[in-house]
């Protein structure tokens, strides 16, 4: 069983910038892809950023140049570093984890991973 524990959500101006992380549990956390997905209102959750046990990262178009997803295994946590922020970022962000040991496939869509936290808020005001 894996436990995900996001924090450091809140109220941002646009331009600004927030950190976000996630605590996880588990055992094996160095050898779990990790993303973070957000969803808006009204809208479906979508992907933002994920980190794959090798080091490799994924961005979608929109946060490239602006987000950056990090990890620190010790800690058995996951970061993303959101600069230059847009009201359109404005959503809950979930972490999420696939906890399969070393897996290798595609990490862009919400079934690759099997555990979720609870979400945290992020709001840019214009």
């Known amino acids: 069983q894996v436990q995900l524990v996001e924090s450091g959500g809140g109220l941002v101006q646009a331009g600004g910038s927030l950190k976000l992380s996630c605590a996880a549990s588990?055992?094996?956390?160095?050898?779990?892809?990790i993303a973070w997905f957000r969803q808006a209102p009204g809208k479906e959750r979508e992907f933002v950023a994920a980190l794959r046990w090798t080091g490799v990262t994924y961005y979608t178009d929109s946060v490239k140049g602006r987000f950056t997803i990090s990890r620190d295994n010790v800690k058995s946590t996951v970061y993303l570093q959101m600069n230059s922020l847009k009201p359109e970022d404005t959503a809950v962000y979930y972490c999420?984890?696939?906890?399969?040991?070393?897996?290798?496939?595609?990490?862009?869509?919400?079934?690759?991973?099997?555990?979720w936290g609870q979400g945290t808020q992020v709001t840019v005001s214009s």
């Open positions: 999420a984890a696939d906890s399969r040991p070393g897996s290798s496939g595609s990490l862009y869509n919400r079934g690759a991973y099997d555990y």
């Open positions: 588990g055992r094996t956390f160095s050898r779990y892809n």
